[in-house]
């Protein structure tokens, strides 16, 4: 099993960026993808970024883009989701998620998840 816990979300202005972190723990030596997903009030968990094990390649939402950027660093078993040119429809929480399969852009294709962080963008 994989542990996961997200940090670093926040309220910033609109324009502004903001970098949330997912660390993880448990049996962090095999190979696994990580997803990050948002869930806005009211509407569905969606896709934004996801990378493989080995970040070599990563995957984004047409919304997130150019805006955002997903990295990771193995040895500190640290996946990195820089935000930048932030609006508020990227209000949401941030859910980070990781499975052995491999990266996918759907909810189902992960099996573990962290509790989420809050980011919000103001107008």
């Known amino acids: 099993q994989v542990q996961l816990v997200e940090s670093g979300g926040g309220l910033v202005q609109a324009g502004g960026s903001l970098r949330v972190s997912c660390i993880a723990s448990?049996?962090?030596?095999?190979?696994?993808?990580v997803g990050w997903f948002r869930q806005a009030p009211g509407k569905e968990r969606e896709f934004v970024a996801a990378?493989?094990?080995?970040?070599?390649?990563?995957y984004y939402a047409e919304s997130a883009k150019v805006r955002f950027t997903m990295t990771r660093d193995n040895a500190k078993n640290t996946v990195i989701l820089q935000m930048n040119s932030l609006k508020p429809e990227d209000t949401a929480v941030y859910y980070c998620?990781?499975?052995?399969?491999?990266?996918?852009?759907?909810?189902?294709?992960?099996?573990?998840w962290g509790q989420g962080t809050q980011v919000t963008v103001s107008s």
């Open positions: 990378i493989s094990w080995d970040g070599a390649n990563t």
């Open positions: 448990g049996r962090t030596r095999s190979g696994y993808a």
């Open positions: 998620a990781a499975d052995f399969r491999g990266p996918g852009t759907w909810s189902r294709d992960y099996d573990y």
